[in-house]
């Protein structure tokens, strides 16, 4: 299994909703990301998980709040969030060995949102 | 700040042709991967590279990275329009998880 599975694919929500995305890996992966890619640009880094824990935040609004509840699931909860929010919200998983990182990050097809 | 410059941005071409397109940056790298990306879709990984000057070829597709291992070039022999998408790579600086990914280069190979 060499898949990493996002849901929902997409996602219209109001500025006062509160909704979350989630991501499922099953290869053993250590490190679990989270992108934002908006239109015609690559994807920004937002958060990194390594080993359950939060190692990286990339100065994101705290409308967005990153979960990690296991090795295979990491969850983005939303809430307050601005019509500027709307993008493809991509999560992604490496290997993460104890002699160190390797270099292949593995993502899933993307959760697109809408923020009306 | 890391920066991974990508050119050429944009690419229009026949199919038969051939085109190179370039990754660039000032940091050296301990890896580096390409990723091809479709409309709606995640990046899909295409190859990576760890060792200076390394060479690998995948089918139609030749990957390089550069000596120093700061720099990056994929060349496409005789494209087809299976090939159109946006083309990234990604540096992986030594001993973080912070991938930075290159500027992009959206190729459209036409029939």
């Known amino acids: 299994d060499t898949e990493v599975t996002q849901t929902p694919k997409h996602l219209v929500m109001g500025m006062t909703n509160k909704k979350s995305l989630k991501c499922e890996q099953h290869?053993?992966?250590?490190?679990m990301y989270w992108y934002k890619q908006k239109a015609k640009k690559p994807p920004e880094l937002m958060f990194v998980?390594?080993?359950?824990?939060?190692?990286i935040n990339e100065s994101v609004p705290s409308r967005f709040s990153p979960e990690c509840p296991n090795s295979s699931l990491l969850n983005l909860h939303l809430h307050a969030l601005q019509p500027e929010d709307s993008a493809l919200y991509l999560c992604?998983?490496?290997?993460?060995?104890?002699?160190?990182?390797?270099?292949?990050?593995?993502f899933g097809e993307g959760s697109r949102l809408t923020v009306l | 700040t890391q920066l991974l410059e990508q050119s050429p941005q944009f690419l229009s071409i026949q199919e038969g042709e051939n085109l190179t397109v370039y990754c660039n940056s000032s940091s050296v790298f301990s890896s580096l991967q390409w990723y091809r990306q479709e409309p709606g879709e995640g990046p899909v990984l295409l190859v990576t590279?760890?060792?200076?000057?390394e060479v690998k070829k995948l089918k139609r597709l030749t990957f390089q990275f550069g000596d120093a291992r700061k720099d990056s070039s994929l060349h496409i022999t005789a494209a087809q329009t299976g090939d159109t998408g946006l083309y990234l790579c990604a540096g992986l600086p030594s001993g973080t998880y912070k991938y930075i990914f290159g500027t992009g280069t959206r190729l459209k190979v036409l029939a």
């Open positions: 998980y390594s080993y359950e824990k939060l190692s």
């Open positions: 290869m053993g992966h250590r490190a």
């Open positions: 590279v760890v060792t200076g000057g």
């Open positions: 992604a998983s490496s290997y993460d060995g104890l002699a160190g990182i390797t270099g292949e990050l593995f």
